[in-house]
């Protein structure tokens, strides 16, 4: 069965500092790992995906993503943080052989000034 | 149109009363999904439309709740008699295919469902 951790409920940075949102997922097939962002009382908005390729992957906002095949993980990182990052990110994953999306229970970025 | 629209934004009603929660997808997608999200909690499959037909109703939560879909394009989410446990954000996405494509979903803005 798939499924989708993601251990962290909040994260707390400073701005300028760098953020990692971490994920990992347990699918029987090959993966494809999905990041959204849902802000304040709007839907959820696509970042980035993994399909297959370069293991590391370029999103929306500066974001980017590392797939690990060996921890099955595929962290969400940016360099640099933004208050305006501030919002519920939500990692996904669907296996090639299905068209269900299963998400992770969600983690709460802060950026404090 | 530009995006997944949803109707109403809000809805209030009371316990036991019917609610009817509708999905304009982006044209063009073949692909039609429905979830719910409890407060603080993730999201939550619900069904899964491929044109007008549903291959997959197993995330239907109970037999108070059934979903639609005309011309490949309107979807719709009823639920009979409301209970309280149904309030939550019930969101629509789309996408370009579903089963054998990776193709990102893309979400409505919800509909909030608050039963009395």
């Known amino acids: 069965a798939q499924s989708v951790a993601q251990p962290e409920d909040q994260v707390n940075v400073a701005e300028g500092n760098p953020l990692t949102v971490k994920c990992t997922y347990s699918?029987?097939?090959?993966?494809?790992l999905f990041w959204y962002v849902q802000y304040p009382n709007r839907g959820l908005q696509f970042l980035l995906k993994?399909?297959?390729?370069?293991?590391l992957v370029k999103g929306s906002y500066g974001f980017e993503a590392e797939f690990n095949k060996s921890q099955t993980s595929f962290h969400l990182k940016k360099p640099s943080a933004l208050v305006s990052d501030s919002a519920l990110y939500f990692c996904?994953?669907?296996?090639?052989?299905?068209?269900?999306?299963?998400f992770g229970s969600g983690t709460r970025l802060l950026v404090r000034p | 149109g530009a995006g997944v629209s949803q109707s109403p934004s809000n809805k209030v009603t009371e316990k036991g009363k019917d609610v009817e929660l509708r999905c304009d997808p982006i044209?063009?997608?073949?692909?039609l999904y429905w979830y719910r999200q409890r407060l603080g909690q993730g999201l939550e499959f619900l069904i899964y439309?491929?044109?007008?037909?549903?291959?997959?109703k197993s995330g239907l939560p109970s037999d108070r709740f059934s979903a639609e879909r005309t011309g490949e394009s309107v979807s719709t989410l009823t639920i009979q008699r409301t209970q309280q446990e149904d309030s939550a954000v019930y969101l629509c996405?789309?996408?370009?295919?579903?089963?054998?494509?990776?193709?990102?979903?893309?979400f409505g803005p919800g509909t909030r469902l608050t039963v009395l």
């Open positions: 699918v029987s097939g090959n993966p494809y």
């Open positions: 996904a994953v669907r296996e090639e052989s299905s068209y269900k999306l299963i």
């Open positions: 044209s063009g997608h073949t692909a």
């Open positions: 996405a789309s996408s370009l295919a579903g089963l054998g494509g990776h193709n990102e979903q893309f």
């Open positions: 993994y399909i297959t390729g370069d293991n």
């Open positions: 439309f491929q044109g007008n037909s549903a291959p997959d």
